[in-house]
């Protein structure tokens, strides 16, 4: 049975879901022995947490009133809700866009959905930005089999947001959240410049961020347990998103969108790939997929990076053209051993929601000051330590290293959008061997890694390459030069992992875009 379940002192609070842990708990192959003391423990928590769960939706039916903050607190005026949406760009399993609904309906008035197209974020390029506009071209076609218009303007959100609320009348904003301080930015901007009630609703993790920790976290461990406790109360499943009864009374003209990828002021020459097509009908197809052919054999072939065995959601996930939560509750389903569920399920769960976390609670995601102290100390103690290679951000973003594997991961990334998971830990420690200082180390890193990768510009990314290069979430490791007691890897370790020879002939074979 997954550790996730066998380990949880509390289980789902309402009967559907304790059937559906039934399920799971049969899926995992436990016997009837197991079964019993956790059903029986089950069920005298139970009557404790169904009043808990019920007092905790008296405000919000649907939605578990702390996935919701309310960042700004206003009498406003009668209008119609408007969804902010930004990270979670689907229109299913979406917790923002079900709250902006159900106020709506209480409020007994429209609903809008609006995305601010920005002409340039972090290191963006046509790449990412192509990936993203046609999956809200699906949303917009969506949306509208609901009755719900989806706008989109083109600028700045400070600017542009403001004016399209006076302009619509807008009675009530609902945001979805990113710890990320680019959003964070955008929306105390935006606060100052309304007077109408403004929540935030975290769609993307499924214990929300502020509620499964009030700080940073040091390590998986520490978030796992918070998590286990919790998970019960939060991995439910979804209520569905209504045919809005209220018309959008405002003026709506034809959406352009190639007129709007005009205002984009970006990198055109990191060209689009094609091996994975975007949207909410072909995330959920990839997650099928996945689950159906890959997830047994999970555990096994994630780390090699010659196997195609991991689930490629990540630009989904990304974009949130799926939600982290349908993909572990479907998970649930699948019949697949211990081992590979588990791994899956603390990838997925437990190191996404760490990134969010860490994201979240330090300001210093990005840079050095964000390590831990005994990371800071060692890197600063191996400062001027001799490095035997010193490399250009020209020569890494030219895979012109003297390191074959090391260029195979850059040119995976630059091919394809989107690297190995295991090659990016070697790739990302070897920056901090090559460069003259962890500083300029964690800039190209960041660099590289939001230019290229589809998921880039991720909290993910912000903390593997802060756990690679400065020890966030891990231990300290034997001293050794430059690295310190920050964790090593090497040529040699890759060999005696996997075949190194057949990952580079594999991306040299990939017929990508340069
Ligand atoms: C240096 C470095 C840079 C990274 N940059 C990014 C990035 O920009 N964007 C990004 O999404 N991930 C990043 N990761 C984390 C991880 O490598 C990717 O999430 C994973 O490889 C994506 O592929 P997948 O969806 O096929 O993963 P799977 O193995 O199928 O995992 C499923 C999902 O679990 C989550 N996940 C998996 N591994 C991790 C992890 N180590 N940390 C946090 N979440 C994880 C992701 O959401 C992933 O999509 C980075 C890791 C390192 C070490």
Avoid at 88 to 115: G, I, P, Y
């Amino acid at each position: 049975m997954s550790e996730f379940f066998m380990s949880r002192p509390i289980f789902l609070p309402i009967g559907k879901d304790c059937f559906k842990l039934s399920i799971a708990v049969f899926r995992f192959g436990c016997s009837a022995a197991h079964i019993m003391p956790l059903l029986c423990i089950n069920t005298l928590i139970l009557v404790y947490h169904v009043s808990e769960y019920l007092l905790l939706r008296t405000a919000s039916h649907m939605i578990d009133n702390r996935r919701v903050k309310i960042l700004k607190e206003s009498g406003g005026r009668r209008g119609p809700v408007v969804l902010w949406m930004s990270r979670d760009q689907r229109m299913n399993d979406n917790w923002a866009l079900l709250f902006a609904q159900e106020l709506a309906m209480k409020q007994k008035t429209s609903l809008a959905v609006l995305f601010c197209l920005v002409p340039q974020f972090l290191s963006a390029t046509i790449r990412q930005y192509g990936f993203m506009t046609r999956g809200l071209q699906e949303v917009e076609k969506n949306l509208k089999k609901k009755n719900i218009p989806f706008f989109l303007l083109t600028g700045l959100p400070e600017i542009e947001m403001p004016k399209f609320f006076n302009r619509y009348k807008a009675g009530t904003i609902v945001a979805d959240f990113s710890p990320l301080r680019i959003n964070r930015r955008w929306k105390e901007s935006v606060m100052r410049n309304i007077d109408i009630p403004f929540y935030e609703v975290d769609a993307h993790n499924i214990v929300p961020c502020w509620t499964v920790s009030p700080k940073q976290e040091y390590s998986a461990y520490t978030l796992r347990l918070k998590l286990q406790r919790l998970l019960p109360e939060f991995l439910d499943d979804f209520p569905s998103l209504k045919k809005h009864p209220y018309n959008w009374e405002g003026k709506m003209s034809i959406l352009d969108w190639e007129k709007s990828l005009k205002t984009i002021d970006v990198d055109f020459t990191i060209k689009e790939v094609d091996w994975i097509q975007p949207g909410e009908k072909a995330a959920n197809r990839a997650m099928e997929e996945f689950l159906k052919n890959k997830l047994s054999l999970y555990d096994k072939q994630r780390n090699d990076p010659v196997s195609d065995g991991q689930s490629n959601l990540s630009p989904y996930l990304h974009f949130g053209q799926i939600s982290p939560q349908r993909t572990a509750l479907e998970a649930l389903k699948v019949f697949a051993h211990k081992n590979s569920m588990d791994a899956f399920l603390e990838e997925l769960i437990v190191r996404r929601e760490l990134s969010d976390n860490f994201c979240f609670y330090n300001a210093n995601y990005d840079n050095i000051e964000g390590f831990p102290a005994w990371a800071q100390k060692t890197l600063n103690e191996h400062r001027n330590d001799k490095r035997e290679h010193l490399y250009t951000l020209e020569q890494f973003e030219n895979a012109c290293t003297h390191d074959e594997l090391w260029n195979a991961a850059q040119m995976e990334m630059v091919k394809k959008g989107k690297m190995q998971g295991y090659m990016r830990m070697y790739w990302a420690k070897k920056i901090l061997e090559w460069t003259e200082s962890p500083e300029q180390a964690m800039k190209i890193a960041i660099y590289l890694n939001d230019r290229y990768e589809l998921d880039g510009r991720d909290p993910n990314g912000y903390a593997g390459i802060a756990w690679s290069i400065g020890g966030v979430h891990d231990r300290a490791w034997n001293e050794r030069p430059v690295f310190g007691k920050i964790r090593y890897m090497s040529y040699n370790g890759c060999k005696a992992k996997f075949d190194i020879e057949k990952y580079i002939e594999k991306v040299h074979l990939y017929r990508g875009e340069l």
